[in-house]
């Protein structure tokens, strides 16, 4: 079709850049929230799928498949039997929403809540869709100091205060308590109890982002924040992204109706998927639990494998704590390396990393850090790829000096 | 959980309003785009997603399945052989993107388009949803006449002729030009011939919502505005939830790069559910065509008894034309009869009906109208609900006089 329309003035002022054409994943990719390929249990959601479809099949005809929008009744039954065996929550399965992926709970919960000016309040280094989501809504965001036992309650308490002298009341507090995105930690229940103590305090509502609870293979889970909390102050999301497969899109958001029911007419997509929602439902009650430990031990080798390939081709340029779960890994380089600009160069070899001033609520204090991805590459692409960006970042900014026992 | 926070501060001041709890469907369900229960064909469609999962299942584990943020690519591929097929439009999959159902099409168009204080054409009678959207964007809408061709031709160059002497240039002309919604009617291809002449000659983009184009069992499917389209001028939207199954929720839209690549920022869900776009990919090549035609045939008769019980209980009350195809038709009353209270009344008794004022640009215009969907209650089920919407309309209106040969 020869192109001549010029679409120039038709479109919003305010759009972002245009997409460029998908070229393919590179051959190193340690972005995305990807998870191992053998991992997925193929055979088993298609046999699950099977079985509920002869029983359940013909609600496909209607939209939310009669069981209006919370989403799929099984499912929400099946979500709330895991969360109190798994996270140790008691909860009504009609105070859960589904959603596709936990994306959009986000989005419903900063559609209910966020205007432009408002204020938030996040970990300092945090899941980059909910910051560049935040940015592009124009709210504030104050990053909270992160420890070994998560967001810094001590910290919070100072931000708090000095923004109530300021006369700015955050329109909610948002945490990734377990698995911390990307700093890999988990709050401890102490601190959980001061942070609960704390929004009480200040009166402000928690959004609790538990994405990565279930890939926890260090220590206990703790409970979540909603379970410790009586007063309904606590929205929490959850997700099959990261236990089961990113392509299914299903989340979900838990909350009392008096939240639920304004999230409800913002969702005006006319459900989520259909397939997804009767496969899990029909899978995870006699599967998952066995299905996520095998899958654990898995990430956790994976794990292994790159935190030895940085201690090998970075030393001891590279500082980081080896995660406690999930899919990823916080790493520091010399304060002189500029991750924004090893990202560039390293993405023109075919290396993709998460520079950390995307990851962090302060742009400037994450430019020496970095994201990295092991739960998709195999062992052999993490070591490979990790020596890659080890000789990339040599070449842009002489560090690491050594590598692999080797001097470069 | 006892409640006590209070979020009312925290809400922001322009969210609809409360969503109420579900209830479930009504006895008599004559709204919404429901399809027939027996017509899903849910047992090929467990068969091929097990097929499918077998050779491609892996994929899942990454998101967008490594075909980027366009959708599945062998979907895209079966949509295009498709769209050629059945409604004479080659197309490249490259310019096709998948959405979660037609109405996220809608709203990525919206998006990328449209601004406050904006105006869209629209048919004078046009789906409730996307008007409803457009009054939340705060944009004006201009409904063309509507008649057994379609979209008024005449009216559109009046129209565009009077808003260009108020220096205002429509954002586009929005049209579903196959099976109307709600008229049912076709537009003709001369009729399409002159809507394209008019975008062209007044510079404004067309948006083609075919939605319904697979349904028609009357008369051959007109090839598509965009096919007939040389400069790139007409964005496409279609959708699997009229022929497979509403609950899916995949739609699709057609447009060339400068367009799609537009809406794909826009797009930060994370991809539209695996599960359907495979089975869907797997499902179509070989079955979708016998599959339609089934439907068609259980829907046209489905269609003949709805008009058959309009006749016998609504008698010379109820004006209306049988539709060409689709899931409903949409009725007149005497003019006394305000449907916005029928409405009311009749959802108090278990009826759900749309009054003619939510699928009107006008209002006022469609007051004393309604549309009613066939598609999922059985014959029996719409013999019943007719006969009692026909008593409520008699107790409300004293319309129908008579029904079913006995005076009331």
New interface residues.
Partial sequence: ?????D?AP????D????????T??PEYNFV?????????P??A???A??NV??RD??????????????GYGPLRDCIAAMLEARAGMATDP?NILIT??S??GI?LVN?????PGDTVIVEAVSYGGTLS?LRSLGVDYRGIEVDGDGMRTDHLAEVLAALKQDGVRP??IYTIPTVQNPSGTVMSVQRRRELLSLAAEY?I?IFEDDCYADLLWEGERPATIRSM?????VIYCGTF?KSI?????IGYVVA???????L???K?????????QM?LAEYCPSQFDRHVDELQKTLREKCRVMVGALEEQFGAAAEFSAPKGGIFIWVSLPEDVDTDQLAKAAAAQGVLINPGSEWSADANSGRHRLRLCFG?PSHETIRAGVARLAEICHDEFGVPMRSANVER
Avoid: I
Avoid at 10 to 13: K, L, M, Q
Avoid at 245 to 249: D, I, K, V
Avoid at 256 to 262: A, E, G, I, M, T
């Fill in positions: 079709m020869q192109m001549s329309f679409y038709f479109f919003r002022a759009l972002p850049p245009a997409a460029a054409r998908w393919g994943f995305g929230g990807h998870n191992d390929a053998d991992g997925v193929v055979a959601l298609a046999d799928l099977t479809m002869q099949g013909k609600r496909l005809a209607t939209y939310g498949m009669g069981y209006g929008s919370l009609d596709t992926g994306l959009q989005d559609g209910a809540l966020l205007a989501r329109k909610f009166g509502p909390d009586q007063a309904g102050q992204s497969a990113p392509a299914l899109r009392d109706w008096p939240v639920l029911s304004r409800l007419p913002l005006t997509d006319g459900g989520c998927g259909a397939l997804e496969a998709h």
